[in-house]
């Protein structure tokens, strides 16, 4: 699989507008401005996603087509405080739509921003995908900005407070390209079988 082969397949807002021919699927999850659109870029191809927007601003779930082997499912980024409750319930609705009846879907990837404690959002995330069974990979974004104490400790701190092996986690930086290797390699490990 080559992961550079990718592009931008379709953006949908519900699910009439999934693309119609089945093909495994990851998604990626995480809130707002964690870092989700550099991840995407780092991982897959330079400007797939767009970098930077105003937080808050995406409401539509991406497709992205992964070398017509799998889909990248670039979910809406949850927990961006300046939005109405009405809008909150959209995209909390958007999100589960997705969740709930996605049968292509066979890997969660969450990002979590490694200098903060998981919110109430992110474990909700989790507990979706804990009830569905399905395989996750935890990602902590913006590894740059810690030294490599403050990472040990958050690591363990994060890794606690969600009850998961910290050997489960991949350290990740957009900056650097720290842990883009490792994810890579387990990407295609894990959509290849
Ligand atoms: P998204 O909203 O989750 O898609 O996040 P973006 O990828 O747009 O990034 C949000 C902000 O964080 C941008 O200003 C990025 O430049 C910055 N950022 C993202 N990843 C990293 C990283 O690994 N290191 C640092 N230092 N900044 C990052």
Request: hydrophobic residues 35%; positive net charge.
């Amino acid at each position: 699989i080559d992961l550079s082969n990718a592009k931008l397949e379709k953006i949908a807002v519900k699910k009439d507008d999934y693309p119609p021919i089945k093909m495994p699927e990851m998604c990626i999850c995480g809130r707002s401005n964690v870092g989700k659109s550099s991840f995407i870029n780092t991982i897959f191809k330079d400007k797939l996603a767009k970098v930077g927007s105003t937080p808050g601003k995406t409401r539509t779930i991406n497709f992205f087509n992964i070398d017509n082997k799998f889909r990248v499912v670039d979910l809406p980024g949850y927990g961006y405080a300046e939005v109405s409750k009405e809008e909150k319930k959209r995209w909390k609705n958007m999100i589960e739509e997705y969740l709930l009846e996605r049968e292509e879907l066979k890997l969660a990837v969450l990002l979590l921003d490694s200098r903060h404690l998981p919110t109430e959002d992110d474990k909700i995330m989790l507990g979706f995908f804990d009830r569905k069974e399905i395989p996750i990979m935890i990602v902590l974004t913006k590894c740059d900005k810690l030294s490599n104490n403050e990472l040990t400790k958050n690591t363990n701190l994060i890794s606690k407070e969600l009850g998961i092996d910290k050997e489960l986690f991949y350290q990740f930086s957009a900056k650097t390209g720290m842990g883009a290797k490792q994810i890579q390699y387990s990407i295609v490990k894990f959509m290849e079988e």
